[in-house]
């Protein structure tokens, strides 16, 4: 009548979790299924449920932090179950999966090369702060386990020491687990697609009228960026060889263009998919746009609303840059970002003129798409925007 609730894995590269908030309480009946806390990974917010009906008897991690995957967060039981076997259980989980410790074995046996006992006390990850820091680690309380040192055992003893003279004051901010997903995904990126970048300036005039029109019709707001997401989709459905993914050694093409646009949110960049966006009008792809960024901004998207694009589009116009590079989102070949649409002085029949004019910048896989694909396709997409 004990049950242990884990930290679980959602999808093969997870490894660990950030327990973002408790919504069940300890000493609060559950039925299985109910939800009880809610896990931050890989960009989003999870839902953990109930694995059994039972008492939340104990919760062993709080909000806020980091757990591999199967570690003991929580003990279920039946409310004939004592408090010395809950807490008997904990120890022998504990004991039974010191793989899953973030900080490295509790209570593993000594090394072959004999170690001593205050070896055996400090986490590793602890000793590397420790060094980082310049801290004679023998000089630390340990507060874990028979005395052993923690991570946060060397932070709580580093703030005691003085400051040094004329020291700059600094905050330090521990990556959430959004954050660290998204720094890993790109330097991937950067590290091993051989990007490429091409620029076009495209006439936004009639694409801005026709979105204000739009607007007033139908009383929804629409972006420029919502009609730009159209336009895309329409591109690049005569252009399949940026609507891919590489897989290995295979191009993957796609049939319906599925476009991934980055949100910027509180815990970092997150990119809800509108799926079929050629075969949505404007006003469709502006409704579930701004519905989509909200929940974003909320951490409340699920995991199928932000996989699978197979084409991206980053748009930083709105803070008033003229053109950027954007960064592939593998396994996709191509990202689009937008710079502000500006009035210009541009030269038409051979006299200056003033237009609103979008540079579009094009990032590419060279593995994938050679040069002249990306500049047809940005040729294309020129002419559905003045259009």
């Known amino acids: 009548m004990i049950h242990a609730v884990t930290m679980p894995k959602w999808g093969i590269e997870m490894t660990e979790g950030t327990l973002n908030a408790w919504t069940a309480r300890e000493g609060q009946s559950v039925r299985k299924g109910d939800p009880i806390l809610e896990v931050e990974t890989d960009k989003i917010v999870n839902t953990v449920e109930a694995p059994a009906t039972g008492i939340l008897r104990r919760i ?35 004991g ?33 702060l420790a060094e980082k820091l310049g801290i004679d680690v023998s000089q630390i309380r340990g507060t874990g386990r028979n005395g052993r040192v923690s991570k946060e ?14 020291a700059n004051p600094q905050t330090r901010i521990k990556m959430s687990a959004t954050r660290a997903t ?51 989709a329409l591109a690049l459905g005569q252009h399949p060889q940026l609507n891919a993914h590489l897989e290995g050694d295979e191009i ?24 079929d966006a050629a075969a949505k009008s404007p006003l469709e ?29 980053s748009n930083l116009g709105m803070y008033g840059l003229t053109r ?9 070949v191509a990202i689009l970002a937008v710079g502000a649409a500006q009035d210009r002085v ?32 940005l040729a294309t997409l020129r002419e559905q925007i003045e259009e």
């Open 346 to 377: 541009v030269v038409r029949n051979g006299a200056p003129a003033i237009a609103h004019m979008l540079t579009l910048t094009l990032s590419a896989d060279h593995r994938v798409v050679d040069g002249a694909v990306a500049a047809a396709f």
């Open 96 to 128: 039974a999966s010191v793989m899953f410790e973030p900080d490295g074995a509790i209570g593993s046996a000594p090394s072959a090369g004999g170690a001593d006992a205050s070896e055996q006390r400090v986490s590793p990850i602890a000793r590397r």
């Open 182 to 232: 998204i720094a890993r995904r790109l330097a991937d990126s950067k590290a091993t697609i051989p990007h490429y970048r091409v620029e076009i300036e495209a006439d936004a005039g009639k694409l801005q009228a026709r979105r204000k029109r739009l607007a007033a019709d139908a009383d929804t707001r629409v972006s420029l960026n919502d009609m730009l997401v159209h336009c895309a």
């Open 285 to 313: 792809i502006a409704r579930i746009i701004a519905e989509m960024s909200e929940r974003a901004r909320r951490g409340a998207l699920l995991r199928e609303e932000i996989s699978d694009g197979t084409f991206s589009i």
């Open 324 to 332: 950027f590079d954007a960064i592939i989102n593998p396994p996709q």
């Open 252 to 275: 993957v093409q796609f049939a319906r263009a599925d476009i991934a646009i980055a949100v910027a949110t509180p815990a970092g960049l997150i990119t809800p998919v509108v799926r």
């Open 60 to 94: 062993t991690a709080v909000a806020g932090e980091v757990r591999p995957v199967g570690a003991l967060i929580a003990v279920l039981a039946d409310e004939s179950v004592s408090d010395a076997d809950v807490t008997g259980f904990i120890e022998a989980f504990q």
């Open 153 to 166: 055992d060397v932070e709580a003893y580093a703030a005691t020491l003085a400051p040094a003279p004329n």
